[in-house]
């Protein structure tokens, strides 16, 4: 569960937030990206679609989930930044019927 | 004589809540006495169905008693909202039991069919859809391969259960009811003179009549007032799932999606003494089901499986009695305590406040577990 903070100014990888390409740092979560973008929001609520952003940063508390790589309610802070990952807001409640 | 309260009940669950809410309409004074938190509560797993069809099967007067309380929903529901101002989301478009296969289907058939005919008086309320059927019906359902059919209940429906119980103790209390909570009651004495004695601990209430309605703690407290019902836990394990749009358009057997979205696949029935651990096998066995009936749940996270103990009589109906050597002593018992809640804030409330129960529940007596067997 430690590790070792990674060297900055290391290379960089690429990720896809709703199709827009960000640069994140290896090692960093995909909660810690979404932190630094200007919109943080990462999923709307199911039944009163309010605006969520990362929170606990521990697995806990369940606000950062986010579709990853096609994968939906994905808890963001327990996902490691992988180059090329498509990441989604995640909006209301999922449809799997769809 | 002069007491306390009218009437003093004994748990504050589904059953209990129903009766002193329906008692306080009545004139009645009334306090209720709940448990502690972490006792034995059947509601805090229950699946939410209002539900009749199928109930009673072999026992006609539970049928009854099941269709008359679906059918007294609606308006129970109606006052009770305004009254409490908490929606529970009652919905009543009907209820589904899957056939997966077509001999499932023609036995269900049967079954229902037979089940009619225990009351030839009243209309019939169930029928049976088979797989066109059901997705003429419901375009939107995406069924697994497996489903055959279903029988439809046409009178059922469902509710959020907890928001039920904030409902019925909210009412309760706007109707002048005294509610103590974390105070489960420790002694019933009868008062010289009549009435009783009621013992919570250091907490001591007198009241002309007392209800019991303590679940599966009502073992402890029949006796005390020659109230002897024999009772034992069944286990139901519960699964739930993060909330989806809409994927199942009226609840089912074991199968329900609520208002808010969420999908509750159930129920274990298991006779595994008072524990309430949960287990893998129950898991796989509630999936497995769920997932033939609607694949699409194979893409839904789980969130949480939990388990509570139901209240179950040796033949799995209710008990309603009143106390032979204990006069103005009652017992409720059931596992239905949301079907049932309208009769039981309704006619058993009434009952209940004339201390004077119809014959028509004279079959719901628990003198039926005590027959000395025929030579």
Redesign the interface.
Request: no cysteine.
């Given at each position: 569960m430690f590790h070792k903070l990674p060297d900055p100014g290391a290379t960089t990888v690429t990720i896809y937030l709703d199709g827009e390409p960000i640069p994140a740092e290896p090692g960093e979560s995909v909660a810690g990206v979404l932190f630094r973008q200007d919109d943080s929001v990462c999923r709307t609520t199911?039944?009163h679609d309010n605006p969520r952003t990362p929170y606990c940063m521990m697995g806990v508390c369940f606000d950062c989930l986010a579709v990853i790589d096609g994968q939906?309610?994905v808890q963001s802070c327990q996902v490691t930044v992988q180059e090329g990952m498509r990441v989604e807001r995640q909006h209301?409640?999922?449809?799997?019927?769809a | 004589m002069s007491q306390d309260y009218d009437v003093i009940v004994a748990g504050a669950g589904m059953v209990g809540a129903a009766i002193g809410y329906g008692l306080a309409g009545l004139q009645q004074r009334v306090l209720m006495l709940d448990g502690a938190d972490a006792d034995f509560r059947a509601a805090k797993a229950n699946f939410g169905l209002v539900w009749a069809h199928g109930k009673g099967f072999g026992h006609p007067d539970y049928q009854r008693l099941s269709i008359q309380a679906v059918q007294d929903w609606p308006a129970f529901a109606r006052t009770l909202e305004q009254e409490s101002g908490i929606d529970f989301a009652y919905e009543h478009d009907g209820g589904l039991q899957f056939c997966l296969s077509e001999d499932e289907f023609h036995k269900r058939a049967a079954r229902i069919d037979a089940w009619h005919a225990q009351t030839p008086e009243l209309a019939p309320c169930t029928t049976m859809l088979d797989r066109a059927e059901l997705q003429r019906r419901f375009p939107t359902l995406r069924l697994g391969e497996a489903v055959a059919g279903a029988s439809f209940g046409t009178l059922d429906g469902h509710v959020n259960p907890l928001r039920l119980l904030a409902a019925m103790h909210r009412a309760y209390l706007n109707r002048g009811g005294q509610l103590r909570s974390n105070h489960p009651v420790t002694a019933i004495s009868n008062l010289p003179g009549g009435g009783f004695e009621v013992r919570s601990g250091d907490t001591v209430a007198r009241a002309a009549r007392v209800v019991i309605a303590a679940g599966l703690g009502s073992s402890k407290l029949g006796p005390m007032v020659g109230l002897d019902v024999p009772l034992r836990p069944q286990r139901g394990q519960l699964l739930v799932t993060e909330r989806l749009a809409p994927l199942l358009p009226v609840p089912a057997s074991g199968l329900r999606q609520t208002a808010e979205g969420t999908v509750m696949i159930g129920v274990t029935q298991e006779e595994v003494g008072f524990d309430l651990a949960t287990t893998t096998a129950g898991a796989a066995q509630m999936v497995r089901r769920a997932l033939r009936v609607l694949p699409d749940l194979a893409q839904a996270r789980l969130v949480r499986q939990w388990a509570c103990l139901r209240v179950m009589t040796p033949d799995g109906n209710p008990v309603y009695a009143q106390s032979q050597s204990h006069p103005g002593a009652s017992i409720a018992l059931c596992h239905s305590g949301v079907t049932l809640a309208s009769f039981h804030a309704g006619a058993l409330a009434h009952a209940l406040a004339k201390n004077q129960f119809s014959s028509s529940l004279d079959i719901f007596h628990h003198e039926r577990f005590h027959v000395p067997q025929a030579a």
């Open positions: 199911p039944v939906a309610s209301g409640r999922r449809k799997v019927n | -």
